[in-house]
């Protein structure tokens, strides 16, 4: 089986949505990336820290999907990464209410010895120096690097974030971030000039409008699946990464008519995170349920016009 | 050939992008609607109404493209609907400037009687009266008939709205619009709630977000083309709404499967009318160009999974 190498937060978040609140639940993006990633065939670890304040029932979550969790550090004494927002009544802007970095401040990622040969690497939204000192620790070039990231570095560390885009295949980032990483309003304009920063593929999402997937002259959209109630929409993004990086990671095909599929299964599993809180849909999620609405996105998309 | 019968304005647009500005040009739904049917194998009407200071050139425009203007009404010594515009920066919101209805505030459509047996009848955005009135003028049940509306109508003669609505087949309304029609949020609710005021179609619109394609409980969706510049999205709806009822009428096929194929020739037909401002666009086009873009629409969307 082929490994899949995450890095990310794994985190308490509580939420306040239009239809309801929740306490400290499971959040991180390493949790939502590596839950989405777990539905495909492949050997997966995740790298990130806690406190000793974090369950072991949330441990045993992540094992039960067979997430290899020896890379995650467990500081004793320490707290868990928190955040708390609320989202607005359309679900597309939320506020920040809380973020306590804790046990964060000072993570210090180290690379389980037994991926540091992993085939693909997802560098989750996190700082750069970090995601950078993960693919310092490789001993073997992954066939693919997907980092994910946001606005936030960019105001804060650019010169780290430009480095570590140099250093990657893949960039996934959402629509106003191209936006303001590129300085250009269009986003084919904003995808050709994050092209020439270095990753040769660029993944634009647009939340419920869809993804957008940009190599050099071609693109491949895939839109949300529109879904009568979006419940929460957090860690969507994450899934979506993780759906994209867990597919490459089975499949062994790092063509661009392969990471088309990639955005769909994507694009396909966030549309199950948003249905409830949290994590909640992605730990009961069915490979049944998986496949059927894999056949909705067809039904959604596929056309057929005989062109002269 | 199939017949096709158009309500719409025909009028003078003054338009301001950040692009540029220009003086008053032809305009007008049924302007853009006609220009946009006409590269389909058919025969088109305009029932309108335009003052005589309603230049011959833009006369011999409409009927240059086969564009049947007997039942466009000229008034002597009235002056044509006039609408000027501010699109702001990201073109996605505008101002409006100035509304003059001049001639079409007394506007009394005519149905040419040749096409009082029309197959497809598009009622663009006009007073709902006066597309109920175009109908009663019919004297042949037409094979389909869509509906084009707005905001304006739904605030000021929401009764005749719904009485239209009807007896109508498929509605074209943006996703605010579908919102506000409806009472609901999610789009998927709006439609279903669409649905049981009449129309067993209804197409929502979102701009630069694509179009979704809603009946009982199917749903299809076209993005709208990635484009490196938008230079001026007006009529790019009703282009849209010209390209889906031009190749119903061509192709004479009111099924679903058909639908799908009708609003991708219409994102198609919409993409090429942003490029410059008002009509420019749409008159100078080639089917060689049309074509090479459906090539770009299928690459942009279609993909192969197989599911087990």
């Known amino acids: 089986m082929n490994k899949l190498l995450i890095v990310g937060t794994v985190a308490f978040d509580a939420i ?29 670890a995740i790298v990130s820290v806690v406190g000793d304040d974090f369950p072991q029932e949330y441990l045993d979550l992540l094992t039960a999907r067979n997430i290899d ?22 679900l597309n802007s939320r506020d920040t209410l809380a973020t306590e970095l804790n046990t964060l401040a000072d993570f210090n990622p180290v690379v389980p010895q037994n991926f540091k040969n992993a085939d693909v690497v997802m560098l989750g939204n996190l700082h750069p120096l970090v995601q950078s000192s993960v693919l310092d620790q490789m001993e073997q070039k992954p066939k693919l690097v997907v980092l994910d990231t946001m606005n936030f570095w960019m105001d804060c560390a650019l010169p780290e974030l430009l480095d570590v885009m140099k250093r990657i295949d893949v960039i996934t980032i959402n629509d106003e971030e191209a936006r303001q990483l590129s300085g250009e309003y269009s986003l084919v304009k904003a995808a050709a000039k994050i092209h020439t920063m270095g990753p040769k ?3 634009i999402k647009k939340g419920e409008h869809g993804a957008l997937l940009f190599h050099n002259k071609d693109v491949f959209f895939a839109p949300a699946l529109p879904l ?17 990086a867990g597919f490459i990671t089975q499949s062994e095909n790092v063509s661009f ?5 990639a955005i769909i299964h994507g694009s396909n599993l966030a549309s199950f995170c948003v249905e409830k ?8 999620l069915q490979k049944g349920e998986v496949l059927q609405r894999l056949q909705q996105f067809k039904a959604l998309t596929q056309f057929e016009i005989e062109i002269e």
Chains 1, 2 share one sequence.
């Open 16 to 44: 306040e949505t239009p239809f309801g609140k929740t306490d400290k639940i499971l959040g991180g993006a390493g949790t939502f990336i590596g839950l989405s990633a777990s539905y495909f065939n492949l050997q997966s």
């Open 69 to 90: 969790i020896s890379g995650l550090e467990i500081v004793k004494g320490g707290k868990t990464f928190f955040w708390s927002g609320r989202y607005h009544n359309d």
């Open 201 to 203: 593929y660029v993944v």
């Open 228 to 244: 009568e109630e979006v419940f929460d929409p957090t860690g969507a993004g994450d899934t979506f990464a993780g759906g994209f």
């Open 257 to 261: 008519e392969n990471m088309k599929k």
């Open 277 to 284: 809180f949290g994590t909640e849909r992605m730990q009961q």
